[in-house]
Each structure stands twice: as C-alpha cells, then as structure tokens.
C-alpha cells in the first residue's frame, strides 16, 4: 500500500484529491496539510510514501518543505503538484522525485504517485 500525504492549500483541492486517492486500491491518504509548515510536520509523524507538494502555500512553500522534508527523511518522495512550470528546476533542485501540473489527469497523476513509490521501495 502506498501511503500519501497531500499538502496543499486550497481546500477544494485538497479534498478532490483526497476522493480520488481513496478510489485507489493501492493508495492510503494518510493525511492532509493545508501550508508547508503543517506539511513538514505530518511528513515527519505520518512517515508517508509519496507527499504530493503545492508549489504556493502558506507559512512555508512547497520548495522550502520539501528540502525540509527530503534532509530528515531521504527516503520520502515528493512529488511537485503546481499549476507553474515555473518551479520544476527549483523543485528538483530541492530534492523533489516528480512533477505534475494540476491539469494533468487523475491517470498521470497515479502514475507518477507509483512510480515515485517504486522507485523509493527500491532505495530501502
């Protein structure tokens, strides 16, 4: 089971992202974070597989807890979930295993979570 944490500020996403992952046999929400700060927090306390990271959010962006996130937990992936092309090399640059515009569809999207998941069971 691939376990994932969503942060991202925006409500309504949070929560259409939240239904969709719960629809997939292989996938637990573990959590949600509505800023980076919160993100950082329930990375290190809900120890997921995969954090689908906003770019924007409050408190701490998306760039800045993901560096957090990957220095006390290598191991985590995080995909970068934005609606900028703007980040990608700054997301990379941070540690970020992927990323995805928020356009994309629902299977891209999955594919990636697996993906990033696979390839971080295959570092243990």
Known sequence: ?????IAEDSPNIR???SGLISLEPD???VGAAGDGLEAVEKADAL???VVIMDAQM??????????????SQPEVGILFFSVFTDYVEE??????DGYVTK?????????EIRRIAAAGNSKS
């Open 58 to 71: 409050p408190k701490l962006d998306g760039v800045e807890a993901t560096r957090r996130i990957k220095k």
């Open 1 to 5: 089971m691939i376990r994932v944490l």
């Open 27 to 29: 996938m637990d929400l």
């Open 91 to 96: 997301s990379i640059a941070a540690g970020s």
């Open 15 to 17: 929560d259409s992202l």
């Open 103 to 111: 356009d994309c569809s629902p299977a891209d999207l999955f594919s």
């Open 47 to 49: 120890r997921p597989n």
